[in-house]
């Protein structure tokens, strides 16, 4: 009787098998997907935080910059006040552009 495993000597490494087919194909459609999923959601986190911190730093470098040349123009203070409020204005202008093309919930 090949199902009787006293007189199959083949049994137990069949056995052993089956099992180890069953736990590969359920790992591969359960954990290897989340892993995945893990590995999207981090690499998204980093690459938005150093988004953000690049986006920061360049308005800070734009800032110091136009303060630098408008520290040909004008006096230092005023060169500061002005550089502000181009940079704030240049930020205000693009705000209102995204919220200009938001979709409403109407659409």
Known sequence: ????????????????????????????????????????????????????????????GASRALQGLLDLVVERPRAVYLSYLIVGGILCLAGMLVLRMRRTGDA
């Open 1 to 60: 009787m090949a199902g009787n495993p006293l007189t199959d000597p083949q049994w137990a490494p069949n056995v052993a098998d089956a099992i180890e087919r069953v736990v590969t194909t359920v790992r591969e459609k359960t954990t290897t997907p989340i892993v995945h999923l893990a590995r999207a959601l981090v690499y998204g986190l980093v690459a938005a935080f150093l988004g953000a911190t690049a986006l920061v730093l360049l308005i800070i």
